[in-house]
Structures are given as structure tokens and as C-alpha cells.
């Protein structure tokens, strides 16, 4: 009863206002998947305005309802050349924004209040007019263009104002990444000639294109500068990709962004060592998916076992692994972890494999954790099927393309490999010089598509990198580091004389080497590459630790040969998922909160933005003369 009498009032309060001003508002059938703030943005009202004539809105509204519109927004003017408005309940600076055709950063320009407090109903806030702007002073001392700091300023707007990327002027300003302070002298551009915003023509922002796209809803608090860090976009590619923040971040704000990108949430985990904090309680079901193809062995008369064993390197890797996994099931027992292990064979090949009945025949739904299978797209059908029962599933050795909330990647892509090689080399404000051969065309084009302040070397028409065209790009005041990609002896040596050529010249240099293919191991090549002391990245951390000894002799004293690193990773993946079971946390939770180490490989997980973990466990290493590989500092 009273509610029908609340309601009763509502109509009533409704009707005597709309009798007592029949011309001042129209009617809007509501279509659907309109929003109040659609809506209102279409008749160049406020969402307050439309609430007001119809109170019941406020708790949602339907296809096809019918609405109250009010003629006019509630503005005022002043001067007959500025605006005002009178911020209403549930009004945000962007829908304000929205409504009167400007954006949230002028708004903020004309309230500087509002971006300290935010908005306040009943705040009147301007909308337009002319306001004293602060002072910027450029500089040029005949080398360089420099911006004085001006109160409120941010990189962001810095950036905009001389058409530069963020990223670009972190390079030349290091310090900045700490923070601006107001006076400070940021360097905008090397030259001689001072150029003014108007000057510098518009950058091009070309955004990788992989045809697929993902979409992000913004959340509270967020920030342009935020989110491009989270998604390893630069500012102005997310801004490409999503015009609409040109007017500023808000919440709720739907983004579109490659599908390819994992979150880089910032979070620094340390690293643990799971065996000290065990909980055993339950047994524990661990299921291994490994191609042995024991079928194919079996049914090929023609070769001995010992003859296949030779030819076949996809089943000696497949039995490196399973030995490093049965190590690692005998160092569980040793500790007293609860396990039930369970080893099928997958019988994998490029076109078929038999994942599909042993899931659906073995009660694999049951296990606590999945290993394997080797091939990408039958470790993609393992987590599909068991995705429902919440079973997580490990990609030991290759990265997938299709994402699940339960698949686990173990081994980090190698594009996020290359990413944290230059993000190191950035770290150390170093100055970067890609050598890269013909036959290596997708590593040119991830550079070109992902990180625009490489230098891409030429080439010239035997292959050779045209020397005449690095020495204008070294650096005199930075480590020049040579990124060089190939697997040619003659590349290699090539890169070996422009790294001597240009230390002649009194430049420092560093040679780095992105993939230690079997090439750089050759007796004709290493010796020279030990000379330049080169810096690579690496998923293996090479280190003589009473821990990695006692794994290699007690390895080989059981399979009379020492661990390669298939063995080894097939140990530290096993019993890492293994400890990760063992503990008081769920498997997705410890994954969470802890980075861990084993024999050579770390597994420090990060979420994927469409679902599912990527490992980021990279270490990047340094060669020394005495043959030894250890961690830059």
C-alpha cells in the first residue's frame, strides 16, 4: 500500500509540473540498448535533467519506454562569450564534456579545482571563455630544444604540445619517470633549430595490426598513462587504436586493444622457495600428457630402436623431458609431498593426436594439474575440455594462441623475450643499433611495428650491413648497443667488425645476441663472440649452484648421461607445479603471489588479458671470457 502511495505522489508531482509548463519538453521512446547518458547527450541535456521528470529511470530503463525530455539544458551565460554549467547529482566531467562538444582536458584547463576535488553538485563550472594560460618558456642552447615545467603540466601534455611520444621524452629525460617537478628543463628534441608545436609536423601512429582485437572496460582510478603501460602500447598507439581518449579516461570506457598483449600489472614478485612453506594434505593427481608415439615405434619394423632413437629428435626430446620428470617425482617422494602421478602417451603429430579419449576415457577431469601435451594446438584442446571442471592445464615448451582462465604457458613468447632485452637496455638509457639478416624478416618487422626508437642497420646486396650507415647513429654520450639477429656465420663476424670498428672510434659498445642458435656454438664463431662479451636473453639461468651439481650428478648417475635442457626443464616444470599443489593457497592463487626458481628456470606467471597465465621468467645474461654465462646486474 504504500508503495502504491509513493507512487501515486511521483505521477502526481510529475503531472502538476508538466501542466504547469506544457511547452517546455518532448517525448523519447527508448530503443533499444540506450543509455540515460545516450540519451541525453542526443537532446544536449544533463542525465539530471531527465531523471527529474522521470524518477523511476533511475532504477534502469527498458526497450520501448517512453521518456521526458526537458527543451533545455540548465546552463547559464555570462558575458554573452563564456559558459557556464551547473553540475548536477550523477554527472561526471566526461558526459559534461560530451554534452557541450569540449573535452575533459579543457575543462580541467578552465576548473583547475575540479581535477583536485572533482565535481560537487551544485559546483558551477566553466564550459568556455579565455583563460590566462601559463607562461612556457622554450630554450635552445644551440644542441638542444628544452620545455620549462609549468605547474599542472604532465608528460602527457608535454608530449602533445611538440608532437613527441612519452616514451621519447623519457628517453632524453630519465629522471622524469620519477616524476616532474615544476621548473624542471626536459629535453623535447636533439638539433639546432628551435621548433615551435605549430612547426613540428603530426607523427603517424601506426598501431600493430594482427587482425585481432580484444576489449577492456576501464576501471576505477585508472589512467592513460596507466593503461598504456599495462597493455606494452605507447600512449598514443592506445590512443589510436581508441580516439575517444583524446577526451580522457573514464570509468566504465570499453578499449580496444590487440589480442596478443599480456597485462603488465607492475606487480614485482618476489621469489620463493615453495618447499619451505608445504601443506600436505590430501593426495594430490597429477596427469603428464607426453608423445611418446609408442604406437609409431611399434608398427615401424624397418628401424631398431636404437636406429630411430638417432633420427628422431622429437621423441629424444619428448624422453629428455619425461627424465627430468621422473627426477622430479623422486625429489617430491623425498619431501614427503602426496602425489598421485599418472604418464599417458599422447601420440602427437602435426595432424592428430589422441589427447581427446584419454581425457574423455581416464577421469583426467578429476586431476589436480595437467602437463602437456607438447603440441600447441592439442594443449588448447586439453584446457577446452577440461576448462569446466577448473582443471589447470601447463604448456611445457611451446606458446599457444588460443586462451583459456585455465591455461598456463610456461615457456615465455619470444616476442616478450625481445621486449625484456630492450626494456633492459632502455633501463640503462642505452642507445639502440638492430642488426638484422634477410632471412630473420619477422624480428625486422616486430621492430618496426613495436619499437620505433631502433635503428634498423641496411643491408647491403651480399647480406652485409652497410657500415657508412651506423657510425651517424652512435651515440656518443650512451652505450651503443648492437642488437644483432641471425643465424649466418658471415652476419655474426660482420657484426663482430662494427662492434671493434666503432670502439676504435671511442664509442662504447655492447653486442647483443637475441637467439644463441646453434651457429654462435660452433668452434669457428664462439671464441670471437667470447671476446665481445655479449649480452643475451635467456630462460635458463647458467649458474654452478650446489643445487644445479647435485641435480647433474645425481642425473647422470641414474641415466649415465648429463641433463640436457629438456631434462632439466621437464624436472623444474614438474616439480614446481608439484610444490605448487602442496601449498596452503589454491594452484591459481600461488601462481599469483609467487615467483619461484628451480635448477635454471623461473616461473614468474602474469595474467593474459583474454584469459589464462603467460610465464615472464627471463633472465638476461652475459657471456664472459672464462666460458661462463651469468646474470647482468
Sequence with gaps: ???????????LSVTNFLMAQPSNYKKHTVAKGETITQIAQ?????????????PDAQNGIQENTTLLIPTSAVTK?????????????????????????????????????VKKEGLKIGQTIQINGKKEEAKQEVISNGQAVYHEVQPKETMYGISKQYNVSVEELELLNPESKSGLTIGQKLIIKKGKTVETASSIPAKKIEVPDNGKYLTYEVKPKETLFGLAKMFRLSQDELIALNPELNDGVQEGMTLKVPSNVSLNTGTIRQVKDLSKSISVKDKKEIVLLLPFNVSNIESDTTLSTQAR???????????????????????AKR??????????????TKSSSNVLPIIRNNNVDKAHAVIGPFYPQYVEKAAELLNPHNVPVISPLRETSKSYSNLYQSMPSGDFVKNVMFDYIRSKNGNMIALIDRKKGSSKQFIEENHKDIFIAPLGEKGGVIGDSITPKLSKNKVNYFILETAATGMIFNAVNQCSKAKSEGY??????????????????????????????????FQDTSESLGFATSYKKKNNVYPNQYAIRGFDLVFD?????????????????????GIENKFDYEKKLASGYSNKGVYIMRYDEDLTAKPVE
Design 508 to 541: 662504447k659498445v655492447e653486442l647483443v645476441v637475441l637467439d644463441i642458435n646453434p651457429t654462435f656454438e660452433t668452434d669457428e664463431v664462439f671464441p670471437r663472440i667470447l671476446k665481445q662479451n655479449i649480452i643475451f636473453p635467456s630462460l635458463a639461468k
Design 577 to 597: 607445479t608439484m610444490l605448487r599443489l602442496s601449498q596452503e593457497e589454491d594452484f591459481e592463487t600461488t601462481i599469483q603471489n609467487s615467483a619461484s626458481e
Design 1 to 11: 500500500m504504500k508503495l502504491v502511495f509513493k507512487t501515486l505522489i511521483i505521477f
Design 77 to 113: 551565460e555570462q558575458n554573452g562569450n563564456s559558459k557556464t554549467h551547473e553540475v548536477q547529482p550523477k554527472e561526471t566531467l566526461f558526459g559534461i564534456a560530451k554534452q557541450y562538444n569540449t573535452s575533459v582536458e579543457e575543462l580541467e584547463r578552465l576548473n583547475p579545482e
Design 335 to 348: 619431501l614427503g609431498l602426496n602425489f598421485n602421478v599418472k604418464i599417458f602417451d599422447s601420440q602427437e
Design 42 to 54: 542526443k537532446y544536449k541535456v544533463t542525465p539530471y535533467d531527465i531523471y527529474r521528470l522521470n
Design 309 to 331: 632413437l638417432k633420427r628422431d629428435g622429437f621423441l629424444n626430446m619428448t624422453l629428455d623431458f619425461y627424465s627430468g620428470a621422473l627426477m622430479a617425482v623422486d625429489s
